[in-house]
């Protein structure tokens, strides 16, 4: 296994869990980190991503509300979650693309907030 999440659950709407994504280093010349999401009958969608530069990038639906975050020591990339809402639920996955443009997924973790 390439990626690991941890960090899923259930969640009372408001909170803030942390969800966290080791990458194994058998992975090279990683430039873009982040996460997607997919809810039940929808197609998978970015949530957040970060570059090698430091760019970030969020979706209108969490805009405000996440923040994503890596650490290049560790090889991990975060993604800290606010004001969770019940639109929120789904199963979130981590992707890391290298420098010629392969990608790598995770296994996903399922986020489920409870109104």
């Known amino acids: 296994v390439q990626l690991v999440e941890s960090g899923g659950g259930l969640v009372q709407a408001g909170g803030s869990p942390r969800l966290s994504c080791v990458v194994s280093?058998?992975?090279?010349?990683?430039?873009?980190m982040g996460w997607y999401r997919q809810a039940p009958g929808k197609q998978r969608e970015l949530v957040a991503s970060?570059?090698?530069?430091?760019?970030?990038n969020y979706s209108d639906s969490v805009k405000g509300r996440f923040t994503i975050s890596r650490d290049n020591a560790k090889n991990a990339v975060y993604l800290q979650m606010n004001s969770l809402k019940p639109e929120d639920t789904a199963v979130y996955y981590c992707?890391?693309?290298?420098?010629?443009?392969?990608?790598?997924w995770g296994q996903g973790t399922q986020v489920t907030v409870a109104s």
């Open positions: 970060t570059t090698s530069g430091g760019t970030t």
């Open positions: 992707n890391v693309r290298n420098t010629i443009g392969d990608f790598f």
């Open positions: 280093r058998t992975i090279f010349s990683i430039n873009v």
